[in-house]
């Protein structure tokens, strides 16, 4: 189980980590979208607000005490069963911290989930290095019996390599019920949300677990390491969805692309080129090599050469010389061209 307090890493390739949970979460038929927030709550409640997809509306439920993640999804309760209604639906519980997760999987997961017609379905990896998860335990039969966190785990049980990867379906009607019956005796005192497993399956409810394809998926994001490897892994899949789509990149291991920005077909990146926040880049541009771009938009077929640059506009056939610095506000009309010895500072 991770911990539910806050860590310092929260930016991920520009964009808050749980923004590319949310979207993952963003499936069909999704009433509603809970965010349960802690420490720093009125900051992340705005930062999320104002960059979270428009689709998905948020509602934020606020865990005064950190007693746990059963305890998070406890205080979200009302507000869950307001979004659902009389209608019986199925509730999916996503860490903030795993923004490798696929919105494929997700959809799987849910389609699995309701296929089996189960009480709860566990999203489960097997990993070569199972230290500091949560271990399963299945039932002869092959269902899932109960979810050991390591801490509270004997030798035996540390020796399964399948794991916990702290996202689950549950049946929304059984939810309330089972969380009732979770208690904090365990090393660390807290509400183990796990604890539905068991409780579900002492119910005599069915209880199940789907394995993951690609356990990376369920990397959690702790230190700088974590975060670095992360960053490669969705900076790789953002490139190759570009360059499916017709954009050109020199060095693709070198060119760097929030997923905030809009790449236009027959764009061109030349390496060392970065390009930060909600960059908008019309087709037959070049941008580079190493230019730094922030939320800037260029026309078509305009040239950005090694240029610095943060909220500016730069029209289409434009061409700004590699050494200019563009100033907050700035606008490089049509067919212009900026050298370091034209510019002027905005």
């Known amino acids: 189980m991770r911990s539910s307090r806050p860590k310092p890493l929260h930016q991920l390739c520009g964009r808050a980590m749980i923004l590319y949970v949310l979207d993952a979460a963003a499936q069909e038929n999704v009433r509603a979208t809970i965010v349960v927030v802690g420490h720093n709550a009125t900051w992340v409640e705005k930062e999320l607000s104002e960059r979270a997809r428009r689709?998905?509306?948020?509602?934020?439920?606020?865990?005064?005490?950190?007693?746990?993640?059963?305890?998070?999804?406890?205080?979200?309760?009302?507000?869950?069963?307001?979004?659902?209604?009389?209608?019986?639906?199925?509730?999916?519980?996503?860490?903030?911290?795993?923004?490798?997760?696929?919105?494929?999987?997700?959809?799987?997961?849910?389609?699995?989930?309701?296929?089996?017609?189960?009480?709860?379905?566990?999203?489960?990896?097997?990993?070569?290095?199972?230290?500091?998860?949560?271990?399963?335990?299945?039932?002869?039969?092959?269902?899932?019996?109960?979810?050991?966190?390591?801490?509270?785990?004997?030798?035996?049980?540390r020796a399964i390599n399948v794991v916990n990867t702290s996202i689950m379906v549950v049946r929304q009607s059984l939810l309330g019920p089972a969380l009732r019956r979770v208690g904090r005796q365990n090393a660390q005192h807290e509400y183990y949300l796990t604890d539905l497993v068991s409780v579900l399956h002492e119910m005599g409810h069915l209880t199940a677990s789907l394995m993951l394809e690609d356990p990376s998926e369920a990397s959690g994001v702790n230190d700088r390491l974590q975060l670095a490897r992360a960053e490669r892994v969705l900076r790789r899949r953002i490139n190759d969805q570009w360059l499916a789509r017709g954009v050109t990149m020199w060095n693709p291991d070198d060119t760097y692309v929030d997923a905030d920005v809009e790449?236009?077909?027959?764009?061109?990146?030349?390496?060392?080129?970065?390009?930060?926040?909600?960059?908008?880049?019309?087709?037959?541009?070049?941008?580079?090599?190493?230019?730094?771009?922030?939320?800037?938009?260029?026309?078509?077929?305009?040239?950005?050469?090694?240029?610095?640059?943060?909220?500016?506009?730069?029209?289409?056939?434009?061409?700004?010389?590699?050494?200019?610095?563009?100033?907050?506000?700035?606008?490089?009309?049509?067919?212009?061209?900026?050298?370091?010895?034209?510019?002027?500072?905005?």
């Open 263 to 346: 790449l236009a077909a027959e764009v061109s990146l030349l390496p060392g080129t970065i390009l930060k926040g909600h960059c908008v880049i019309a087709r037959g541009a070049q941008i580079g090599p190493h230019a730094v771009l922030s939320d800037v938009e260029v026309g078509e077929s305009a040239y950005v050469g090694a240029v610095e640059a943060s909220h500016v506009r730069i029209g289409a056939d434009a061409r700004v010389a590699s050494f200019v610095v563009l100033s907050p506000g700035a606008d490089v009309a049509t067919g212009e061209i900026v050298t370091p010895l034209t510019h002027r500072s905005h």
């Open 55 to 157: 689709d998905v509306p948020l509602t934020f439920v606020e865990q005064n005490e950190q007693l746990g993640t059963g305890h998070a999804v406890t205080v979200s309760l009302s507000t869950i069963d307001d979004a659902i209604g009389v209608t019986d639906g199925d509730v999916l519980i996503l860490p903030g911290d795993t923004p490798l997760l696929r919105r494929s999987t997700v959809s799987n997961l849910l389609a699995v989930h309701r296929e089996r017609n189960v009480g709860l379905t566990v999203l489960s990896a097997r990993m070569d290095d199972p230290t500091g998860y949560g271990r399963l335990i299945h039932a002869k039969d092959g269902t899932l019996e109960r979810i050991v966190e390591e801490r509270d785990a004997n030798v035996d049980e």
